[in-house]
């Protein structure tokens, strides 16, 4: 017995990188796929239909059952054909995950609106095409699984103002869109994941593990914490049955571990019994909303959590261990 047997699913995207560990685990976990990719370059240029059916061939070599879509999700028709394909395929969609996404950074002075536009079309208005066409069907059957891939990139790098935004508002709209269709039994979650991709040999770090290896880390990434392989583990078990109740929730996928990220949470309240004036607000300030205020943690989130002190972890099983905030609110 597979953990979604008799579920039919759409990855966009899923031809290369997490995408494709994410179609392959749904498949093996029992999920029929449609696997969409686009095939485009990192800046989201041309198309190949190779990438979709390598994957779907993999999975019908392996005995499951996925068929290709070649569309892009940035293409309102197109990502509702893709949903529409599930349904002519297999009869019904219980599960969405978006992963596409495309890459052009750049400062945010010198960006041109053609990147901006670009990166949010795949990213943020992808996502918006594939949920509301899926959302429909979902509905309408009472029951559906929503993922989409958002980036510690949301949290602030600065080299990504196209990226920042599109990443962030796949967090608003999967926040939106859980508080709207939980009352039809369907969950919309986020991660932020990571893994070796072609994504990362293009950054600067990429680069330079090139340059002293002689290897990309896509090449360096099998089997190890970088292997965008181990984000598919969280996704398949978000799309089943017993994650109903996870709904809402953003997940940082990292290494060999998954974290849930906080809520936006009130920290600090100052107030009066009238409106205050900016004079009174200049010297109140600075001690109170004020003191110690520390920059957006970008991508450098989630970083050192393994450096908590040993005490703050619970062993769980042999090699297995958990972490829970001293300071996590009741
Ligand atoms: N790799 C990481 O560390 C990392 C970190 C944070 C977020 N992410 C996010 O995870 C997702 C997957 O990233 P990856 O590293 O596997 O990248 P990747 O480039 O390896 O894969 C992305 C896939 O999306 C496809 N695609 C692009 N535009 C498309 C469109 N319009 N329609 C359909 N398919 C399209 C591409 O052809 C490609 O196969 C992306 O959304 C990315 O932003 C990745």
Not at 215 to 231: F, G, I, M, Q
């Amino acid at each position: 017995m597979g953990m979604l047997d008799g579920k039919a699913a759409l990855v966009t995207g899923g031809g290369r990188g997490i995408g494709r560990g994410v179609a392959l685990a749904l498949a093996r976990a029992g999920a029929r796929v449609v696997v969409n990719d686009l095939g485009a370059s990192l800046a989201g240029e041309g198309g190949d239909a190779r990438p979709a059916a390598q994957v779907v061939d993999e999975i019908v070599k392996a005995g499951g059952a996925a068929v290709p879509n070649f569309g892009s999700v940035a293409d309102v028709a197109e990502a509702a054909s893709m949903v529409e394909q599930v349904i002519r395929t297999y009869g019904r969609i219980d599960i969405l995950v978006h992963v596409a996404g495309i890459l052009r950074d750049r400062m945010v002075f010198n960006m041109t609106e053609a990147e901006w536009d670009a990166v949010i079309a795949v990213h943020l208005k992808g996502m918006f095409n594939a949920v509301r066409a899926a959302s429909i069907a979902m509905r309408e059957t009472c029951g559906g699984r929503i993922i989409s891939m958002s980036s510690v990139s949301a949290l602030g790098a600065p080299g990504q103002p196209n990226y920042a935004a599109a990443k962030a508002g796949i967090l608003g709209l999967t926040w939106s869109t859980a508080n709207a269709l939980a009352k039809y039994g369907v969950t919309t979650n986020a991660i932020l994941p990571s893994g070796a991709t072609r994504m990362i040999d293009s950054t600067p770090r990429g680069r330079e593990v090139f340059a002293e290896t002689g290897k990309w880390p896509s090449e360096l990434a099998a089997e190890t914490e970088r292997d965008p392989d181990n984000v598919a583990p969280l996704v398949v078990y978000l799309a089943s049955d017993g994650a109903q109740h996870v709904n809402g929730q953003v997940f940082h996928s990292f290494g060999y571990g998954y974290t849930l990220v906080a809520q936006p949470q009130a920290v600090r309240r100052l107030e009066a019994d009238r409106r205050l004036t900016p004079d009174e607000l200049a010297t109140l300030f600075p001690s109170t909303l004020g003191r110690g205020l520390k920059p957006p943690p970008g991508t450098l989130f989630g970083k050192t959590l393994h450096e908590r002190p040993a005490g703050e972890w619970k062993e769980l099983a042999h090699g297995m261990r958990f972490w829970q905030s001293p300071w996590e609110e009741p």
